[in-house]
């Protein structure tokens, strides 16, 4: 493993930084505030074109499906670099590392030049209400019928249902089997005739969060199937055997940068802020205890840091990744969690105060991001499953 950026990599951050300082306009930051950031208005999408223009969408992707085939290290730097100012530009949850490594050749045709260009998007449609964490307890039910399958169940939490073109779903399809032998993962057009969309507003709807929030979404969805017909193609990898391929999709999906700052950004933000700012005369950058904390919290940081680097090397010499998603999956969001608890005793009931409060500080983010940060443990895999995995995969533990 490298810890250092070679000088061409270097000149693409800097190429990157500049291409944002330029593009990034206060018309697309207010654009992605009234969207959310998963959501493109008509500036935005202008954005991505030019982005997508200069070969920074994509760039480990095989050539063959609009890819770069590039180094993950070089879609790293640009993915990080957007990821700062509220823009995603990698393929975290976008599906696209499972079709990559489980689907048919026609599959990566369809889709992945598709995401590329901002043509298609993701909904992920794996919990539901009586299956949250143990996800090997869903219920949805997908029934072969010849050439099709036949899907009845219902989604939570389907974040983005409501715009994405299509789901990434996760249905029992042999009820008789062992739990995690009996699941199936299907692609899902979104306009599919029986699938019906609910809001589901969360804690950041109102006040709306500020951009920059972790886990800021205003909206959430739950999504019903009622005999929705699908044909057999929207199958991803072979039957019964989604646990496995949905298992492999999100340990890629989690090595990168959108990832590791959804950990870590809120620790730049709060020592950015302390650097500049005080509170009623009260320069906490002077306190030696804060200076302790703030520091303790940046070793954490760069710790998740070389966890996510650490990955990418391994994928990127095409070496065994068994375990090492899944342990930063751990330790990056419970640091998170952790940072964000000391952000709030910091800045004490300032750092109470939502967006549109008179004396928020910086529109409200921090209030915003203790309201979030808990979810960090659950979402894409309970941080309590993640250990487990560890431990049989890493450690090679026994399964109790």
Not at 192 to 204: D, E, M, N, S, Y
Not at 356 to 371: C, Q, R, T, Y
């Amino acid at each position: 493993m490298e810890f250092a950026f070679t000088p061409e990599q270097d000149a693409l951050r800097s190429e990157v930084q500049n291409f944002i300082k330029d593009n990034v306009t206060p018309e697309i930051v207010q654009e992605l505030e009234n969207t959310g950031i998963r959501r493109r208005g008509p500036k935005t999408r202008e954005l991505y074109k030019e982005i997508s223009d200069r070969g920074w969408i994509g760039i480990s992707w095989p050539p063959e499906y609009g890819g770069q085939g590039g180094s993950r290290i070089d879609q790293y730097i640009v993915e990080e670099e957007f990821a700062r100012v509220g823009i995603t530009v990698g393929g975290a949850g976008s599906g696209a590392p499972a079709i990559l490594a489980a689907g048919t050749e026609e599959q990566k045709q369809e889709f992945l030049p598709g995401i590329i260009r901002g043509e298609i998007s993701f909904a992920l449609g794996f919990t539901e209400p009586q299956a949250g964490a143990d996800l090997a307890g869903l219920q949805c039910r997908a029934v072969r019928d010849g050439d099709e399958y036949v899907i009845n169940g219902q989604k939570m939490y389907t974040t983005a249902a409501h715009y994405a073109t299509h789901i990434y779903l996760m249905a029992r399809t042999d009820p008789d089997a062992p739990r995690h032998r009996g699941i199936s993962i299907f692609l899902i057009p979104m306009d599919t005739p029986g699938i019906t969309v609910r809001p589901l507003w969360t804690i950041q709807n109102d006040p709306p969060a500020p951009l920059g929030t972790t886990y800021g979404d205003a909206r959430t969805n739950e999504t019903f199937f009622e005999n929705v017909r699908v044909p057999a193609s929207c199958l991803l990898g072979e039957e019964n055997q989604g646990w496995y391929v949905g298992a492999m999709g999100l340990n890629l999906d989690r090595v990168g940068a959108s990832r590791y700052l959804i950990s870590i950004q809120r620790d730049e933000d709060i020592v950015n802020w302390v650097k500049e700012n005080e509170i009623e005369g009260y320069a906490m950058r002077e306190d030696p205890t804060v200076r302790d904390r703030l520091a303790d919290m940046w070793i954490e940081g760069q710790v998740c840091r070389l966890m996510t680097m650490r990955s990418m090397s391994i994928v990127e010499s095409d070496g065994a990744f068994t375990y090492e998603g899944s342990a930063e999956k751990v330790f990056a969001p419970e640091h998170g969690v952790r940072t964000t608890e000391t952000i709030a005793q910091m800045l004490g009931p300032y750092g109470q105060l939502l967006n549109g409060s008179e004396d928020a500080i910086e529109d409200g983010v921090f209030a915003h991001n203790l309201m979030g940060a808990f979810q960090s443990g659950i979402n894409h895999g309970s941080v309590q499953v993640m250990r487990d995995q560890v431990a049989r995969r890493g450690l090679g533990m026994p399964r109790v």
